[in-house]
């Protein structure tokens, strides 16, 4: 079983930043695509950002611009900077594997999140 814990949400006025992170095994780290998802109140899921273990990422048209998912390979975590904060990012923010294949092959499951509030 795989569950990461994600931290460094809050409530920041629009335009404002920040910066929630996750921290992974050395082994999820560096073999699997690592990603960002966010669910608001009454919505789905939703696919934010990944990136790869080679560094290749990948950003939902909503935040492309705005965000930036990296990976510090000493720290073994993964961020997503998020700038230019809208009301429409509110969520709950959740760091996983990417996929539903990958999903099942390290049994991961979904941890509690990171709550992003975005409000003047």
């Known amino acids: 079983q795989v569950q990461l814990v994600e931290s460094g949400g809050g409530l920041v006025q629009p335009g404002g930043s920040l910066r929630p992170s996750c921290a992974a095994s050395g082994t999820i780290f560096s073999i699997y695509t690592m990603a960002w998802y966010r669910q608001a109140p009454g919505k789905q899921r939703e696919l934010v950002a990944h990136?790869?273990?080679?560094?290749?990422?990948n950003y939902a048209d909503s935040v492309k611009g705005r965000f930036t998912i990296s990976r510090d390979g000493a720290k073994r975590t993964v961020s997503l900077q998020m700038n230019s904060l809208k009301p429409e990012d509110t969520a709950v923010y959740y760091c996983?594997?990417?996929?539903?294949?990958?999903?099942?092959?390290?049994?991961?499951?979904w941890g509690q999140g990171t709550q992003v509030t975005v409000s003047s």
């Open positions: 990136i790869s273990s080679g560094g290749n990422t």
């Open positions: 996983n594997i990417l996929g539903e294949t990958d999903w099942r092959k390290v049994n991961s499951v």
